[in-house]
Nanobody
């Protein structure tokens, strides 16, 4: 059974930081491109960031470039999202996702269609 379990969400003031984690089980983690998506109230789910199997390649949505950073630890089957300089518009439920494919192009990452999803973790940024 595949499980992607997110943690680290919460309430933070604008300009603050959070670090999200996603622990994976039931998949061969190192064979998956991992990603973060988010869904704000009343909006569609959108791509945030992705990282290739070995971590050498990353891709980001334009709205988060320079503020958010994705990383992974294949020994721990965990992917992270370091979120800095947070803005109220970053408020959303953040979802971890996995795609059983090697993706190295940022453009392809932004269009990826995941095979698996986590349950999500709420991030709220107050102004």
């Amino acid at each position: 059974q595949v499980q992607l379990v997110e943690s680290g969400g919460g309430l933070v003031q604008a300009g603050g930081s959070l670090r999200l984690s996603c622990a994976a089980s039931g998949i061969t983690f190192s064979q998956n491109t991992m990603a973060w998506f988010r869904q704000a109230p009343g909006k569609e789910r959108e791509f945030v960031a992705a990282i290739s199997r070995g971590g050498a390649y990353t891709g980001y949505a334009d709205s988060v470039k320079g503020r958010l950073a994705i990383s992974r630890d294949n020994a721990k089957n965990t992917v992270y999202l370091q979120m800095n300089s947070l803005k109220p518009e970053d408020t959303a439920v953040y979802y971890c996702a996995a795609r059983a494919l090697q993706i190295t192009s940022a453009q392809t990452m932004r269009a990826m269609n995941p095979d698996y999803w986590g349950q999500g973790t709420q991030v709220t940024v107050s102004s």
